[in-house]
Nanobody
Framework: QVQLVESGGGSVRAGDSLRLSCAASGRASVIDAMAWFRQAPEKEREFVAATKWSSGKTYYAHSVRGRFTISRGSAENTVHLQMNSLNAEDTAIYYC???????????WGQGTQVTVSS
């Protein structure tokens, strides 16, 4: 099993920045991809960004490309999501996910709330 713990959410104003972090523990050796998803009120969960450990490649949703950056942390099995130029549409619960492929995630965190006021 792999446990994921997110941190860094909060309430900010439009145009501000936030940095989310996710730390994986347990059988983290099975992980080759980590990602962020988000779910806004009354909306489906959507993909935000992902990174593949073995290749270093990153992937972004069109809505966040150029504003958000996913990166591997200096601590083992951690990932960050730097979010700049936030707007109200970014308000959601953000979930960290991990798996062995960027198209498949077996492990999920509990989520961290991000609220952006205009």
């Amino acid at each position: 099993q792999v446990q994921l713990v997110e941190s860094g959410g909060g309430s900010v104003r439009a145009g501000d920045s936030l940095r989310l972090s996710c730390a994986a523990s347990g059988r983290a050796s099975v992980i080759d991809a980590m990602a962020w998803f988000r779910q806004a009120p009354e909306k489906e969960r959507e993909f935000v960004a992902a990174t593949k450990w073995s290749s270093g490649k990153t992937y972004y949703a069109h809505s966040v490309r150029g504003r958000f950056t996913i990166s591997r942390g200096s601590a083992e099995n951690t990932v960050h999501l730097q979010m700049n130029s936030l707007n109200a549409e970014d308000t959601a619960i953000y979930y960290c996910a991990a798996g062995d492929h960027v198209d498949s995630y077996d492990y999920w965190g509990q989520g961290t709330q991000v609220t952006v006021s205009s």
